[in-house]
């Protein structure tokens, strides 16, 4: 079955960095967009990221441009999430997605001194 393992969440001071990944089984990776959507406490989930199934092309919020990076490797069917400058508002439980319906379980992120 489709499954989606997030991993590398934790607790970073502001400023720092984390690098987030989604391992994908049970369906064939290369053939979905794939993204990352964050939920912080009372706040909608929302989109973080974005990457085309061939890796060539990505979309970012507005408010992780520049600081974030989405990346793919279709042969270890594997999607990251490199962050960096990271800040307080950056804090929430991070999600990855295949393409319009199937979610991972998520991991959380915490920006914090």
């Known amino acids: 079955q489709v499954r989606l393992v997030e991993s590398g969440g934790g607790l970073v001071q502001p400023g720092g960095s984390l690098r987030l990944s989604c391992s994908a089984s049970?369906?064939?990776?290369?053939?979905?967009?794939m993204s990352w959507y964050r939920q912080a406490p009372g706040k909608e989930r929302e989109l973080v990221a974005v990457?085309?199934?061939?890796?060539?092309?990505?979309i970012y919020a507005d408010s992780v441009r520049g600081r974030f990076t989405i990346s793919r490797d279709n042969a270890k069917n594997t999607v990251t999430l490199q962050m960096h400058s990271l800040k307080p508002e950056d804090s929430a439980v991070y999600y990855c997605k295949r393409g319009d319906d199937w979610w991972g379980q998520g991991t959380q992120v915490t920006v914090s001194s």
């Open positions: 049970g369906f064939t990776f290369s053939s979905y967009a």
């Open positions: 990457i085309s199934w061939t890796g060539r092309n990505s």
